[in-house]
């Protein structure tokens, strides 16, 4: 594996403080892709790069 990806909805705050916290960055936010409980849900990706040799070899 090279990176980790994440996909969280936009308001919670809790999920997003804890993947930050493991070091993941925001990469996007796309807006209203979701319905759910009679509201449209933005979503945030994040994304984990994980130290990897620069040049892998194939297995």
Same mark, same amino acid.
């Not at 308001?11 to 916290?21: D, G, I, K, P, V």
């Given at each position: 594996?090279? $990176? ?11 999920? *997003?403080? =804890? ?6 960055? %925001?990469? $996007? ?11 449209? *849900?933005? =979503? ?6 994980? %130290? ?8």
């Amino acid at each position: 594996m090279h $990176a980790i990806m994440a996909a969280i909805d936009a308001t919670n705050e809790a999920s *997003l403080r =804890l993947h930050y916290h493991f070091g993941f960055v %925001e990469v $996007a936010h796309l807006r209203q892709v979701g319905y759910k409980f009679g509201q449209w *849900l933005d =979503l945030k990706l994040l994304e984990l790069v994980l %130290e990897t040799p620069q040049s892998p070899t194939e297995p």
